[in-house]
């Protein structure tokens, strides 16, 4: 007589069947050492033992559990008797989820807190079960034995959940290359509804803020593209100034500045945006960056001109300007393999004046966006502008 599995058994995939026919020989030739473990009729441990005697026509040896925790016996001679990867132990975790609520109704938390909590006892990521649980949900049985058996990872079943089951199937079957050629076509597909889902939002959100903005703007921006006329010290006041922004334009105390985005509504924390902001070396840290931040701006990375020729520097002669930038809310990135290199090499040209690169880049990535460029000398088609030289006055 065999016995069902029990559903805390089937968290884990029966071995391959060369394993099993090698156990099953083992069994044939020195016996069944460890008995197979039932609880209310069901094999709780030793599926594996049980086939396997099966094939060697030896009659079965049980016993009943006597335990107190069925889950935590399961996971201990499982996870310590096999060699598992994430993906497998993310479909564990699932299953773990799914029993736990099913025996567990009133007690057994909200949901997020039992992906949690199964997440933590097979040592994976809770993303790792959340896709696991999805393949449970929409993947083909083909799909869900594949993952289970180690063959297709997780993520990438997750991926391919999105197709038929009959079209699961097909590209399971065709193997490897053909299983991650499609995972990546829908995940581009994704990247881009996902995209084009919050450059809609964004946008909505921006035409939404024309209602509250400043008189001096008119409307809330999703880019936001400036240049500030930052004042910095220098060594010497009396030959210090001979070279300094002040010879060319009004400069501003990095305190107007905050204080000038704050009255223009930049700083609005109800608005997501992308802020690109020009900053000296020397300022990085007490201007850049505390602009950024006292607007409400998370500062997630910058990109750097090269101007090719040496300049001035009080710990090394600058060649080189940064441009921050800092995002706000839920924003968009820019778009899977078209991110821009980091470093632009073009010379200076006239006192303080940046490369259209740097604006050209921001179109190229952002089309749809509204943009707004601050401190602007000439304005752009397409932009918005604020500044000293804007339209040739003050804005």
């Not at 096999?82 to 938390?109: F, K």
């Not at 990095?254 to 000296?280: K, N, R, S, Y």
């Not at 820019?334 to 604006?359: D, I, N």
Request: proline share 6%; glycine share 8%; hydrophobic share 40%.
């Amino acid at each position: 007589m065999t016995y069902p599995a029990h559903p805390l058994a089937d968290i884990f995939p029966m071995i391959a069947e060369a394993d099993l026919k090698v156990l099953a020989a083992d069994i044939a030739a020195n016996g069944q050492v460890e008995p197979i473990l039932l609880l209310e009729g069901q094999v709780l441990d030793g599926r594996n033992r049980q086939a396997a005697c099966g094939l060697a026509g030896v009659e079965p040896i049980y016993s009943d559990f006597s335990g107190v925790d069925p889950l935590s016996f399961v996971l201990s001679k499982n996870l310590h008797r096999r060699h598992l990867n994430e993906s497998q132990r993310a479909m564990a975790a699932a299953l773990i989820v799914d029993w736990e609520r099913g025996v567990n109704q009133t007690t057994a938390g909200s949901a997020n807190l039992q992906t949690r909590r199964a997440a933590e006892k097979l040592s994976v990521s809770e993303r790792s079960v959340f896709s696991a649980k999805r393949i449970r949900e929409h993947g083909a049985p083909e799909l869900i034995e594949a993952i289970r058996a180690g063959a297709v990872k997780v993520h990438t079943g997750a991926a391919l959940s999105e197709l038929q089951h009959t079209e699961q199937a097909r590209v399971v079957r065709e193997g490897k290359k053909a299983v991650m050629a499609m995972a990546k076509e829908i995940r581009a597909e994704q990247q881009e509804v996902k995209r084009a889902v919050r450059t809609a939002r964004m946008i909505h959100i921006a035409e939404r803020g024309k209602a509250t903005a400043p008189a001096e703007l008119g409307q809330r921006y999703s880019i936001y593209y400036a240049d500030p006329p930052w004042k910095y010290d220098v060594w010497s006041e009396e030959s210090g100034r001979d070279r300094s922004a002040e010879n060319h334009y009004p400069t501003m105390e990095t305190d107007a500045i905050v204080a000038l985005f704050h009255q223009l509504g930049i700083a609005d924390p109800e608005f997501p945006g992308i802020m690109f902001l020009w900053c000296t070396n020397a300022g990085l840290r007490s201007q850049g960056i505390r602009v950024l931040e006292e607007c409400g701006f998370e500062y997630v990375h910058h990109w750097v001109w090269d101007k090719v020729h040496q300049g001035n520097g009080h710990w090394g002669f600058d060649r080189h300007e940064l441009l921050l930038i800092g995002r706000r809310g839920d924003v968009v990135p820019p778009p899977r393999g078209m991110q821009p290199q980091t470093v632009h090499r073009e010379p200076k040209g006239r006192h303080s004046a940046k490369p259209a690169f740097f604006a050209e880049t921001i179109e190229r990535l952002w089309p749809d966006l509204p943009k707004l460029e601050l401190f602007c000398r000439s304005p752009r088609p397409g932009w918005d502008a604020w500044g000293y030289e804007a339209a040739g006055t003050e804005q």
